[in-house]
């Protein structure tokens, strides 16, 4: 995997971070379903790294997919995110990085059959977004 543009230490990244917002981004831990603020959220606009700022999605990639999480089917920039191997909890998926400071997103889902032009489900903990609303 390639070096990350926005290195900073543990420390650093806790001082930036809430301790939520810590556990998920940097040590890959979840949220529970139907608890984060973007979940439901039909606002448009840019869904950034919480941690560093990086445009992640766009609110015209969101779809209901009624998991718990907020759902895109596509990043806003193929160069947005990196992809990588998950073996843990008993089960392979594949893990959704931030390719500028590699804090963990969520993971992605293929083939499950949602009406998109991917037919992917890139099912992101909103507590590592922030959504930067588009003006009307």
């Not at 759902?71 to 594949?94: H, N, Q, W």
């Not at 993971?107 to 009406?115: I, L, Q, R, S, T």
Request: some cysteine; overall charge negative; charged content about 25%.
């Amino acid at each position: 995997m390639s070096t990350p543009k926005v290195q900073l230490t543990d420390d650093q990244w806790r001082d930036k971070l809430t301790a939520e917002e810590f556990a998920v981004l940097r040590r890959a831990g979840t949220e529970r379903p139907f608890t984060g603020e973007y979940t439901d959220t039909k606002t448009d606009g840019v869904y950034e790294c919480r941690a560093c700022g990086a445009e992640l999605f766009r609110s015209s990639e969101k779809f209901e997919s009624h998991c718990g999480w907020p759902s895109f089917f596509d990043p806003a920039d193929s160069d947005a995110v990196i992809l990588r191997t998950d073996d843990s909890m008993g089960m392979r998926r594949v893990e959704v990085v931030c390719a500028s400071c590699h804090s963990h997103l969520g993971h992605v889902f293929e083939g499950e059959g949602y009406p998109t032009p991917t037919d992917q489900r890139y099912c992101i903990n909103s507590i590592s977004l922030r959504l930067v609303p588009q003006a009307p």
